[in-house]
């Protein structure tokens, strides 16, 4: 089967690249940039300046592929408005800007004698993929109405001016609410999680103001909270980096489960992924209202279940981000059993090591982490260096390789790929994902010395996984696509 991609919206406005391409080129730059920031000798964490900026060129990457994929499993295109530069393009570009950046970041000399081209450039970038957010959200909000032909706002003004009426035509009506009612879970997991993902992007620029300007125009907030500039970057920096890496995932969730059809099933099966979709849902509505607070409001979370003393126990927040991981694995065995050629999805070695993704993230950032978070008056004192180690292993694996995996896996599934290239990118990045998970547990467990055997495990595992996303890009660069205008899907 061809997939088909809409290449023109009307006689005046064609796409000059497809998606298809800016996903191959896409996977091609997370891959370079994830292997030099391995490579060239910046830290393994996120504990200098230098190696937070450079990381944004790997998380750019991926949130611009989650883009796209939202794009071609929701179809966007074929209600996206005739614009010169579409939400595609945008998030491209910031791809390019943010690995540009980048560059500079890779030797602190360097950056320091180009420090303003630097951060202008990912500044552009930051910017570009926020509005991408923004622009993704609203194209998902309208799209029920789009497809039953129900999208027709009334604006009185000519031309049309900014104001209540132009931004309320925006929201559904009433007589829409049907609509939404038959959309179903998975495209309220999807519309959720995008929303949730814009507001920790927009955190994140006012972490980046006060880090830029100083306090500001924030100054009188912060002294109300109580936080000076340094305190207030830091309220403000977990929630960022949490809550975009748990809307991603959870985007995920529902990319894939519309992917793979897994409300059309029925009966039992429909039902458990129906529930799924909602608990993961309510997970990240519960998540984005806990890092508001926590990043406005000086809050701090509770520790649930903690001990006598008050040491052990379960964060709060982290337990707030736990529904996300149970309604995924929920969600996790009717979508196994859905069907692909033929056969249950968890005999396909794309899909299966895809769902393989969602096992290791909740083993490493629940199990393991609540493992720890009961026994923090270890992990604190004789067994610091492993808490150090998985300080390290949770955000880098544990989150954002996982969910970058994840997202290529789709894309191959997405363009159906078939043959010898799928079979190779399904068993290699298996094979990836059972090392580097092996290893990131031994090496929080066992040994956490930087060049003990459990180290060097999980960096032969997250090679293989390199070589799987190589593959990927190549079978992505090869798939076979139709072009078609729009006019010939209406």
């Known amino acids: 089967m061809v997939v088909q991609e809409v290449r023109a919206i009307s006689y005046t406005h ?27 000798g910046l830290p393994p964490g996120l504990d200098t300046y230098y190696a937070k900026m450079y990381f944004h060129s790997v998380g750019i990457g991926i949130a611009a592929l989650a883009t796209f994929m939202v794009i071609s499993v929701f179809n966007l295109q074929q209600y996206e408005p005739p614009v010169d530069f579409p939400i595609s393009y945008r998030a491209f570009a910031a791809v390019l800007f943010a690995a540009a ?16 081209i630097a951060l202008g450039l990912y500044v552009v970038a930051f910017i570009l993929i926020g509005d991408v957010g923004g622009a993704l959200f609203i194209q998902l909000l309208i799209l029920p109405r789009k497809r039953a032909g129900a999208y027709k706002p009334k604006v009185r003004t000519t031309p049309p001016r900014m104001g209540p009426e132009y931004v309320l035509r925006m929201f559904p009506r009433r007589e829409d609410w ?49 936080l000076d500039a340094s305190g207030f970057i830091g309220a403000t920096l977990d929630p960022h980096t949490h809550e975009m890496a748990l809307a991603l995932m959870a985007g995920i969730v529902a990319l894939v ?48 279940f903690a001990s006598a003393d008050g040491v052990n126990g379960m964060a709060g927040d982290d337990t707030v981000m736990s529904f ?24 396909d070695s794309v899909r299966l090591s895809l ?125 076979r696509i139709s072009s078609i205008s729009r006019s010939e899907l209406e």
Not at 18 to 25: C, G, N, Q, R
Not at 200 to 226: C, D, E, K, P, Q
Not at 257 to 264: D, E, I, K, W
Not at 265 to 280: D, I, P, T
């Open 14 to 40: 064609t796409y000059m690249l497809s998606i298809k391409m800016m996903t191959a080129a896409t996977i091609a730059v997370i891959v370079v940039m994830a292997g030099l920031y391995s490579f060239l």
């Open 324 to 347: 996300i991981a149970l309604g995924a694995m929920i969600a996790l065995i009717p979508l196994a059993m859905t069907r692909l050629n033929g056969k249950s999805s968890w005999k």
């Open 101 to 116: 950046g980048g560059m500079f970041y890779l030797n602190p000399a360097l950056n320091a004698g180009f420090a303003d």
């Open 178 to 226: 049907p609509l939404y009612a038959m959309a179903g879970s998975g495209y309220w997991l999807a519309l959720i999680a995008v929303a949730s993902a814009f507001i920790a992007g927009m955190i994140g620029f006012v972490n980046l103001w006060v880090r830029i300007f100083g306090l500001s125009f924030f100054s009188a907030y912060a002294s109300f909270l109580g």
């Open 355 to 479: 769902l393989g993704t969602w096992v290791a993230a909740v083993m490493i950032s629940v199990f393991q982490a609540f493992f720890i978070e009961f026994h923090e008056d270890l992990f604190t004192s004789t067994l610091g260096a492993n808490d150090a180690v998985f300080s390290e292993v949770q955000p880098l694996f544990g989150v954002f390789l996982l969910a970058g995996l994840a997202l290529i896996l789709l894309a191959v599934d997405y363009y159906e790929i078939g043959g010898w290239l799928r079979r190779y990118v399904g068993w290699v990045a298996g094979i990836g994902l059972i090392i580097s998970t092996a290893g990131a547990s031994l090496w929080t467990f066992a040994d956490p010395t930087v060049g003990g055997w459990p180290y060097w495990v999980h960096i032969v595992g997250v090679f293989v996984v390199g070589v799987s996303a190589l593959l990927a890009c190549v079978a992505t660069y090869k798939a």
């Open 257 to 304: 489960a519309h992917r793979f059809h897994v409300l059309g099933l029925n009966g039992l099966k429909k039902n458990v992924a129906r529930a799924g979709l909602w608990v993961a849902s309510i997970g990240v509505v519960a998540m984005t209202v806990v890092f508001l607070a926590v990043a406005f409001f000086n809050y701090s979370p509770p520790t649930l």
